[in-house]
């Protein structure tokens, strides 16, 4: 069974390799206190652990987060793929992350609003992937996620900074680096 426990914050930089930073969602650099507390469910990732906001019976919002430091080498248009562990459609109108790099927009998905049963990828894979686009100049930035639903939970945000290459696992981790020697 699955081992729950409570995440604990560590001063990490992710940093671009081959046009990508790849963040595991509990390598996270801050995140907020309060009523709802994302929680690590290790090993349930593909690659590592995976996050969720507890306890599930509260609607988390914006105010319920976790930030990522990362550094790029690249700038202009990137893809933002955010990997998600399978939740049904429980409440027929989809469930939603959201996030925001640095001040820019924030973005929220519905990465489930539209399923109404029927068989798809995602059951056999047991991923969701979903893809946004945002723009950025190179230098340190901190992405902020936060979940608008309960039962979202959080595998890994992938940046692709030129073609995605097709994995089952998805790229390999980015190098963390402690931003205390930086």
Partial sequence: MAEIRRLKSEEYLSKEIDQSVVIEAADFNEKSQ???????????????????????????????????????????????????????????SGLIYGYQIDDGAEVEINFNGKYKGEL??????????????????????????????????LQKIVLHFGEIKETYLGRNHSDLINSGVI
């Fill in 120 to 153: 798809g990828n995602w059951q056999a894979d047991r991923i969701i992937r979903s893809l946004s686009v945002a723009k950025l100049e190179q230098g340190k930035h901190r992405l902020l996620f936060y979940a608008k639903s309960p039962d979202v939970i």
């Fill in 34 to 92: 309060g009523e709802v507390v994302w929680t690590e469910i290790a090993d349930m990732g593909k690659t590592f652990s995976a996050i969720t906001p507890l306890p599930n019976n509260i609607i988390p919002s914006k105010q319920n987060f976790v930030c990522y430091d990362f550094e790029t080498s690249s700038s202009g248009e990137f893809q933002v793929e955010v990997f998600l562990s399978p939740s049904l459609n429980w409440n027929n």
